[in-house]
């Protein structure tokens, strides 16, 4: 009986600092801020315009790809009754933010922009102001994701390029990362 109160107790400080520790990382998470904010320092020639190398993709277009007729049908055909833009399966790979806290999105942020920066890169708020992001080591502290080889990029495409898409097609990393890349040249 003792034996069984004091580890209720104990319990229970646990669960007290694991809910604080909770608020205190939920508090100091960084936001969304949405692709025109990245695309202000990203949109030149000289260094590699990223902004419009990904308006010209398809990860661009992935939320309005969802606004189709088509989609619409591939999402009845799934057994879901909402339509393809409201379903929660669609968007997770389509989107970035559906399920997130409102909390967690700047006011730029938008769901419509499909497949943007901050999905791969991770939210911008807290590496954004170009002092950190002229710093790789500070940018990836302030929440910049990093990307240590072809294996890591790669293992982040596969999280929606798989067999868990109604449409997929074989994913041929080479070629796809080909398409899409946008490197700052090198002098
Ligand atoms: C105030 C300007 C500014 C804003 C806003 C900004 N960046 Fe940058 N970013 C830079 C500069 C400057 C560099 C250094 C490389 C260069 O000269 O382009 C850089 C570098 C990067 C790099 C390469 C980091 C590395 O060294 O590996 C990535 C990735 C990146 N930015 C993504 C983003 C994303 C995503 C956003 C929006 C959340 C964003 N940036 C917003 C200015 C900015
Ligand atoms: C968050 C999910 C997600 C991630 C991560 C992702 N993609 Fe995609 N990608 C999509 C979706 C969704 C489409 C379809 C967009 C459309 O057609 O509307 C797409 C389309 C593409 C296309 C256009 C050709 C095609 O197959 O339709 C290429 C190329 C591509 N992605 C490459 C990549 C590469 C390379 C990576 C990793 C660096 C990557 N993607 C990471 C979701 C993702
Ligand atoms: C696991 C991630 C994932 C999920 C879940 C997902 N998609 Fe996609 N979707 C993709 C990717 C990646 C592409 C582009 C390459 C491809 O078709 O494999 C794509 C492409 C599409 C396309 C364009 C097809 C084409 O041939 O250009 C449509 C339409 C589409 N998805 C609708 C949907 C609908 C509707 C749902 C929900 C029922 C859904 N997707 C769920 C990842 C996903
Ligand atoms: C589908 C995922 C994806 C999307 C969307 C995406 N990026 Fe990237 N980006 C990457 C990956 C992966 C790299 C390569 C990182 C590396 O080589 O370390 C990269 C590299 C970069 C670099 C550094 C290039 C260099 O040569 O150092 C910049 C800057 C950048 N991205 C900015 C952006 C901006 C701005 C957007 C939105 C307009 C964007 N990215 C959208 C995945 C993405």
Redesign the pocket.
Known sequence: MKKTAISTLVLFIISLFSFSTVLASEKDAPTF?GVK??G???KKDA??NQLKIWKDAKHSQAFKTLQSEEADKIAAEKGFKTKAAETPECLACHTTGHDLDAAMLGKNFKIEEGVQ??TC?GA?SKY???KI??D?AK?IANG?VEFKDEAAIKELCVTCHNDKSPTAKEFDFAKSWDEIKHP?PTK
């Open positions: 801020i904010k990245c202000m320092c990203h260094t590699g920066c901050e890169h911008g954004k102001s170009k992001m002229k790789q940018s910049l700052v």
